[in-house]
């Protein structure tokens, strides 16, 4: 099973995942009190370590944007929040394709609770990603996914922490997003995330 730490905009967040080795990153380009500008995502990702995905994190941003974000290195992946639809994922892979070879970039698609009764057939989209709302801080009924038949790997998002990510990872989805239960008062938590990722990778088989 695999994790991501979201909401990356320190250095210091940069020097927690580095030592704690998630398997991916988020850095926010989205309205957050988390976002940070493309120059500082850049920065930033060029002090990760090596292994750690970075994820930039989209709510119907340009296509341009976040092609150049890929383009220049900062992102590997594209989280999509917004009502980007099947023709606007297919525009955005095409623009990030290197040499005519489009496997280099991957899109992950949310899905908010509100449409878990029909998982849309985002074809395009390598990952969906089931939350909340992008930066609430709440979960839902984890247990409406059990019901659901889910065609793409997938990552479980919206409140998870260190007291209740044991529920989270017996749902076996492919990956847990942490964003504010890796926090203390709005800021990354070096003992949290490290506690997080501990409890991830000793559930992995």
Same mark, same amino acid.
């Given at each position: 099973?695999?994790?991501?730490?979201?909401?990356?905009?320190?250095?210091?967040?940069?020097?927690? /995942?580095?030592?704690?080795? =998630?398997?991916? /990153? @988020?850095?926010?380009?989205?309205?957050?009190?988390?976002?940070?500008?493309?120059?500082?995502?850049?920065?930033?990702?060029?002090?990760?370590?090596?292994?750690?995905?970075?994820?930039?994190?989209?709510?119907?941003? =340009?296509?341009?944007?976040?092609?150049?974000?890929?383009?220049?290195?900062?992102?590997? #992946?594209?989280?999509?929040?917004?009502?980007?639809?099947?023709?606007?994922?297919?525009?955005?892979?095409?623009?990030?394709?290197?040499? &005519? &070879?489009?496997?280099?970039?991957?899109?992950?698609?949310?899905?908010?609770?509100?449409?878990?009764?029909?998982?849309?057939? /985002?074809?395009?989209?390598?990952?969906?990603?089931?939350?909340?709302?992008?930066?609430?801080?709440?979960?839902?009924?984890? &247990?409406?996914?059990?019901?659901?038949?889910?065609?793409?790997?997938?990552?479980?998002? @919206?409140?998870?922490?260190?007291?209740?990510?044991?529920?989270?990872?017996?749902?076996?989805?492919?990956?847990?997003? /942490?964003?504010?239960?890796?926090?203390?008062?709005?800021?990354?938590?070096?003992?949290? #995330?490290?506690?997080?990722?501990?409890?991830?990778?000793?559930?992995?088989?």
């Amino acid at each position: 099973m695999r994790i991501k730490i979201c909401g990356l905009f320190r250095e210091e967040d940069i020097d927690f /995942v580095n030592e704690a080795r =998630p398997d991916y /990153v @988020g850095f926010v380009f989205a309205q957050s009190k988390r976002q940070i500008t493309a120059t500082l995502a850049q920065y930033l990702r060029f002090r990760l370590a090596n292994g750690i995905t970075p994820v930039g994190v989209f709510v119907n941003a =340009p296509i341009n944007e976040i092609a150049a974000l890929f383009h220049n290195g900062t992102i590997s #992946i594209a989280q999509l929040h917004g009502d980007e639809d099947e023709s606007y994922i297919t525009q955005l892979k095409k623009k990030c394709e290197i040499n &005519k &070879k489009p496997e280099q970039f991957k899109v992950i698609k949310t899905i908010k609770p509100n449409n878990f009764n029909q998982i849309p057939p /985002v074809t395009g989209a390598d990952y969906h990603l089931f939350d909340s709302g992008a930066g609430s801080g709440k979960s839902f009924d984890w &247990k409406t996914l059990k019901t659901k038949k889910i065609d793409k790997p997938w990552f479980l998002a @919206g409140g998870i922490n260190i007291k209740n990510i044991e529920q989270a990872i017996a749902l076996n989805p492919f990956a847990i997003d /942490v964003s504010s239960g890796a926090e203390t008062k709005g800021i990354k938590d070096r003992k949290k #995330i490290l506690e997080l990722i501990a409890a991830v990778k000793g559930n992995t088989k």
